[in-house]
C-alpha cells in the first residue's frame, strides 16, 4: 500500500501558484518522497524529490515540514498545461531494490 | 535523447487469448520495469529487471503473465490467457544505474479484453 494520503482533486487558477498537500506520516528517516505527475494519456513523469530540505528545480519546489511528516509540492506559475494527476510517493526498499507504490494521487485542474 | 518506445499502443483481445506487449527503454538505462494502470488508479509495479536479471516480479500474476529482458535491452511482457480483469494500460520504464528513482516512463499500451 501506499504510504501516502493526498486530496483526490484540486482546482488552480491559471498563472497562480498551485499548492499541492501531502501526507506521509509514518515515514522513516532515511524515506525520500517523491513526486511524479501524468498528464492525460501519457505515462508519468518525474518532477522532484527531497529528504528533509526544501529542494526547487525548473518545474516545481518540494517544500518538506520539519517532522517531515507531510510535504507540499508548488507549482509557481501554473498553466493550462500542468493540468494532471500528482502523485506523492515514499519509495519502499532500497537503492536497486526500491520501488516506486503510486496511490491516486492529485488530479489538479488548472482553470482559465 | 530518444524516449522510452512501446508498441502497440492500443490492443483489443478476447477473453482467454494471448497478447504480446513490447518495450524499448533509453539507450545506456540498466534498469526496466513493467506497470499495469487500471483506470482510475495509479501504477502497479509488476516487475523490475537489472540488466537481464529480474529484481522483483512480487506483484506479477505468475500463472498467466510473463515477461523477459533478453540481452538486457529491450523487453516483452506477455499475457496468456488474458481476462477480462486484465484490462489496462501497459506501461514500461526505464532508469538509468544508481537512480531508479527517476524512471522515464513510455506512453503505455492500452489493452481491452472483451
Known amino acids: 500500500d501506499a504510504k501516502t494520503t493526498q486530496p483526490p482533486s484540486m482546482d488552480c487558477a491559471e498563472g497562480r501558484a498551485a499548492n499541492l498537500p501531502c501526507n506521509h506520516s509514518?515515514?522513516?528517516?532515511?524515506?525520500?518522497v517523491y513526486w511524479y505527475r501524468q498528464i492525460h494519456s501519457q505515462g508519468p513523469q518525474y518532477i522532484i524529490h527531497?529528504?528533509?530540505n526544501n529542494e526547487t528545480n525548473e518545474m516545481a519546489s518540494l517544500i518538506i515540514t520539519e517532522d517531515r511528516k507531510s510535504s507540499t509540492l508548488i507549482l509557481p506559475h501554473a498553466t493550462l498545461r500542468d493540468t494532471a494527476v500528482y502523485y506523492c510517493i515514499v519509495r519502499v526498499g532500497y537503492r536497486n531494490t526500491g520501488k516506486l507504490i503510486f496511490g491516486q494521487g492529485t488530479t489538479l485542474q488548472v482553470k482559465p | 535523447e530518444a524516449g522510452v518506445a512501446q508498441s502497440p499502443r492500443y490492443k483489443i483481445i478476447e477473453k482467454r487469448q494471448s497478447v504480446a506487449f513490447w518495450c524499448n527503454p533509453i539507450s545506456g538505462h540498466a534498469t526496466l520495469y513493467w506497470y499495469q494502470q487500471i483506470l482510475g488508479q495509479g501504477p502497479k509495479l509488476l516487475i523490475q529487471f537489472q540488466n537481464n536479471g529480474v529484481v522483483d516480479d512480487s506483484q506479477l500474476p505468475k500463472d498467466r503473465f510473463s515477461a523477459e529482458r533478453l540481452k538486457g535491452v529491450d523487453s516483452t511482457l506477455k499475457i496468456q490467457p488474458a481476462k477480462l480483469e486484465d484490462s489496462a494500460v501497459y506501461l514500461c520504464a526505464s532508469s538509468s544505474q544508481g537512480l531508479d528513482y527517476e524512471q522515464y516512463f513510455g506512453p503505455g499500451t492500452r489493452l481491452t479484453v472483451t
Open positions: 509514518t515515514i522513516s528517516g532515511n524515506e525520500y
Open positions: 527531497g529528504l528533509k
